[in-house]
């Protein structure tokens, strides 16, 4: 299990990163602190992954985002106010938006509908990566010590840990992702 994880571990953190990624780079810290895996290593492939996925969903949104925004007018009535609120909040919007989980490669996709500078975008989006990456990366080590402190041999017991912890994620993720989606079914419908 040591040798899959050093192996296809960063891989599994930047593709994470790319989508959305908190529960993978949490899960490096822990298999870093459990000595699977570098630290070091696991916030460069989750700042790499974040700052690839926050690029390619504004591309996205630049390029396709206002052939869809001109087929519906609703929402074409909008762009002035929301680039209105980017111009004004932008720099905040791109910052925070890492730190909320679910709606990030909506809400890029709608910034790259705006007018909003690409340099500008992309300052914000490399501060916003690196200190995300540092952060969770660090809560994922420091919670790596907790179980480290309740598992005394670890290498006993990670045939059994590692699965538990994999389909745990897993289960949380799909709990999440049905209550979302129950949710957006009850305000916006079918």
Known sequence: MEAYIAKYGYI????????EGETTVLLGGIFSRLGYMNILMVMFYAFAGTLAGDCTFFW?????????IERFEFVRNKVPLANKIINHYGNFIIFIIRFLVGIRAVVL????????????FIMFSILNSICWSIFVGMIGYLFGRVVFVFVDDIKKYETIIVPV??????LFIFVYRYIMSRKEKE???D
Not at 60 to 68: E, P
Not at 109 to 118: P, R
Request: include cysteine.
């Open 12 to 19: 599994g953190i930047f593709v994470g990163t790319f989508l």
């Open 60 to 68: 996205i949104g630049r390029y396709f985002g206002k052939t869809i």
């Open 109 to 120: 996709i709608l910034l790259g509908c705006t007018d909003m500078k690409v340099s500008r």
């Open 165 to 170: 912890v994999l389909g745990l994620v897993v």
């Open 187 to 189: 305000t916006y419908g």
